[in-house]
């Protein structure tokens, strides 16, 4: 058990942002998370070139080019695999911020980058189709582990009422690589054949700018504490991140996680998904994950020139139409991170995730209709900017924050395996699949997208509970409260049920219950 730490008392806490707070989020941000948003949307310009580098080499490995479908399958393997190395990564994260810490794992892993750029870079000079799907995999490997760990050391090294403003930085930062990789594959920069193997491969730079500045900031108070139980640090750690010396508060709701967990070592998944206590928080990050990723946002990211091409825009304009959707992405995540501590997480959600649905939709109706007006070719491109823009507001950064806040120090690590395992699978089935789908269904694959945000935000709206500058502690008690009401709801249903069947001589009637969801 840790020594108690006494502090005197010094007045009201108050929590302002810090330079040490704003330069530790953009650090982190800026050399992991815009990585996994420059990965999703890299491959999208260079298409062409990557698919004629893969026919030349199986021409000149084999005497004979590869077929179309073969060619897309290889592809689509190559887009895909990215998703592969975000699983294995998701599910190791664990491992890693337990034995390195949360601010020594992003360090650590920057190899990965340096190593899977190498491989890129060289791989047309080598004629090898495998250093580049061996690459993709590396840097998927990277963003799963960056997914997961700079929320969760964001999310522990904020006060309680700055946590979703650090909190959504990553998914600012998300947008903004998915721009930089959209106006650097323009013709005029890198979008040339000779320059895809230097595209793919220049995420290099701000994974190097982190690993000589991110080292000077302290760890995560919370590990240095709860799990090292080295008092003398956390204070240390806390004096760097606040503006002001009061940080007795904070110590004190840490200590009281601290002994709630005294005889709880950090669970395995195997556990946690057994752990009747935490059972909805469980269901609710693997709904939100899930959904985040099946919402098709990452079939817009992958395949955006070929969405583009089907709705009828010029080939020359769609480089730039694609560019131009990245500052709506900015824009939104704008939006979201400085509105969530005034708006609430849920809003955010339920809002997000509601926009995409409708405009999901609302492409569907657009493309069967452009063949009558060729107006709605355009209304198709401000639908897909619909969908960018809901997805950048919440669902891309809240369900991260959220994993962080409905789980104490010994959950955590093991719910971010959870979530970010699914959000991977997720990831690979649609970047696998949705060419396929969209070759079979045409336009009517987006109406899957749309139901299935629709279901999200109606689970976001009934389950979850607001977070909103609560402390870990007040929101696990939260869930506590909310199990036996659950319960309960559940018992009075089955048995209105029975009586409606017997007064209605086997005919059920509807019977309303009121559902507190707040």
């Known amino acids: 058990m840790a020594e108690e730490i006494l502090i005197p008392p010094a007045g009201k806490l108050t929590a302002h942002l810090t330079g040490s707070l704003l330069a530790v989020a953009f650090l982190t941000s800026f050399g992991s998370s815009m990585l996994y948003g420059y990965n999703l ?5 260079p298409a062409v070139y990557i698919k004629n580098f893969y026919n030349k080499t199986a021409l000149s490995r084999y005497g004979e080019g590869l077929s179309g479908e073969a060619l897309t399958l290889m592809y689509s393997f190559t887009v895909s695999i990215f998703a592969i190395g975000g699983l294995l990564g998701s599910l190791i994260v664990g491992v890693l911020v337990t034995r390195f810490g949360r ?21 047309r000079s080598c004629g090898s189709p495998e ?259 809901g997805f950048c507001i919440g669902p891309a950064g809240v369900p991260f924050l959220v994993t962080a806040e409905l789980f104490t120090q010994s959950h955590r690590p093991a719910a971010y395996i959870v979530g970010g395992s699914l959000n991977w699978l997720s990831n690979f089935t649609v970047g696998f699949v949705f060419p396929f789908l969209q070759m079979s269904a045409g336009s009517y694959c987006y109406l899957v997208f749309a139901s299935i945000c629709i279901l999200v935000a109606v689970y976001v709206y009934a389950v979850m509970p607001e977070t909103k500058n609560k402390t870990f502690m007040e929101i696990s008690h939260l869930f506590t409260k909310k199990e036996p009401v659950l319960e309960t709801e559940c018992l009075l249903l089955v048995d209105q049920m029975k009586l409606n069947k017997i007064n209605g001589y086997g005919v059920l009637e509807p019977a309303s219950f009121a559902f507190d969801s707040s």
């Open 41 to 45: 949307a890299v491959v999208n310009s």
């Open 103 to 123: 601010k020594g794992t992003v360090v650590k892993t920057t190899v990965l980058v340096v190593i899977a750029s190498s491989l890129m870079v060289f791989s």
């Open 131 to 389: 250093m580049v799907i061996l690459g993709r995999f590396i840097t998927g490997i990277h963003s799963g582990i960056s997914l997961s760990v700079v929320p969760m050391y964001l999310g522990e090294i904020a006060p309680k009422n700055l946590r979703g403003f650090l909190g959504l930085v990553p998914s600012i930062f998300i947008g903004l690589g998915v721009f930089i990789a959209q106006v650097l594959g323009l013709n005029e920069l890198l979008g040339k054949e000779e320059h895809w193997p230097l595209f793919l491969s220049v995420l290099v730079v701000p994974t190097i700018i982190q690993l000589m500045l991110l080292p000077w900031f302290p760890e995560s108070p919370r590990y240095l504490l709860i799990e090292k139980h080295n008092v003398h640090a956390t204070i240390t750690a806390l004096k760097w991140y606040r503006a002001n010396c009061n940080i007795q508060a904070e110590i004190e709701e840490m200590q009281e996680e601290q002994r709630s967990l005294s005889s709880v070592k950090t669970l395995s998944v195997w556990n946690l998904l057994h752990d009747r206590t935490v059972r909805w928080q469980v269901l609710s990050v693997m709904v939100i994950n899930i959904g985040m990723q099946l919402s098709g946002i990452d079939a817009i990211w992958f395949y955006t020139n070929d969405i583009f091409e089907n709705a009828g825009i010029p080939e020359v304009e769609i480089p730039y139409t694609t560019a131009g959707t990245g500052v709506i992405e900015i824009i939104a995540g704008l939006i979201g991170c400085f509105t969530i501590e005034k708006l609430g997480r849920k809003p955010l959600m339920i809002g997000g995730f509601t926009m995409m649905g409708v405009c999901s939709a609302g492409i569907t109706c657009s493309l069967i209709l452009q063949n009558h007006s060729p107006f709605m070719r355009y209304i198709s491109v401000g639908f897909v900017v619909g969908i960018i823009g």
